[in-house]
């Protein structure tokens, strides 16, 4: 709660010494999340919760700007744009965390508490129900922001890791969650709608997994990408640590292999950067010695220009 004395940015020292290093920063932003449960101050007058407490609602240990106020909507996109207009940023990125995942009391479901926004949709006109009307709220955040944010630096990339299943039986294997019916998400949709530049669909299951298998959910979401975009899958290296899960780092390796072996995705993204630190095994160095040991390019994103980049500096 107290400013850094000498006073300094750490956004900018990141995004200073990220370039240094040839590394993209993507800045991350979870939309609609307006408070943690471990928040142990009150929050800033400034805060959204305190400006405008009419467009947060209060849902499980969390508080939530409502997707279905327009005026929310505005908030989070202006929040964004701000920094996009302020630093040199390379990526935005949103997390899997939109309409929020559901709560449950007593043994069943709680609704979100957006009855009376959903009842001012309703009297202006819309007719939809509210399931489609979730859906079409984060739809219209999506698209948006992928627009506002080309406008504000068209080489600022816009990606999202949404949960790695779209809908349980996709592909029919496939069970599971279903974050079309219960977040509101349709990553699918956002993919083939050219609405990012990448989708990083968090594939956190193991290969030989039954239901969710990984080799299945890339295979499925690379035949999705009809907007010929970024597919980088995102994969759970933190199952390696003691007491989150019980993997060994052949896992994480072979997962690399298989998407270095789709013809579609083009890279990958880890969960968490602490399994790559040496203190926490030696992981970070297989993958060195083995498919990270070449320097690499970024990929090239030829639709937001045709402009060849500078040569590398190594």
Known sequence: GRAPAPMWDPLETAIE???????????????????????????????I??????????????????????????HSLAVI?????????DGVHLDDYFYPYPENANGRRVQFPDAESYARAQASGVTMSRDDWRRNNVDTFVER?????????????????????????????????DQYAEIYADARKWQQEGWLDY??????????????????LLGWWAEQNTADRHLWPGL???RLLPGVGT???????DQVALV?????????????????????GDLGDQLARGPWREPALVPASPWLDAEAPRAPAI
Request: hydrophobic share 30%.
């Open 17 to 47: 010494y990220a370039h240094r290093r040839g590394l993209e920063l993507h800045a991350w932003f979870n939309p609609y999340r307006a408070s943690h449960p471990t928040q142990n101050r009150p929050q800033h007058d400034s805060h």
């Open 247 to 253: 993997w060994k780092p052949k896992e994480i390796l």
């Open 49 to 74: 919760s305190v400006q405008r407490p009419d467009l947060v609602r209060s849902y499980g240990r969390y508080q939530w700007i409502d997707p279905g106020e327009p005026e929310a909507t505005d």
């Open 81 to 89: 744009l701000d920094v996009v207009n302020r630093y040199d940023l």
């Open 145 to 177: 922001l992928y627009r506002e944010v080309k406008a504000a630096d068209p080489h600022v990339k816009v990606g999202i890791s949404p949960f790695g299943i779209w809908r349980p039986g996709n592909p029919r294997s496939v069970t599971g969650f």
């Open 236 to 238: 759970y290296d933190s």
């Open 199 to 216: 989708l990083a669909p968090q594939l956190y299951w193991s290969i030989d997994s039954r239901g969710q298998s990984f080799p299945a």
């Open 260 to 280: 270095d072996r789709n013809r579609t995705a083009t890279g990958t993204i880890h969960f968490s950067m602490k399994v790559l630190m040496p203190e926490y």
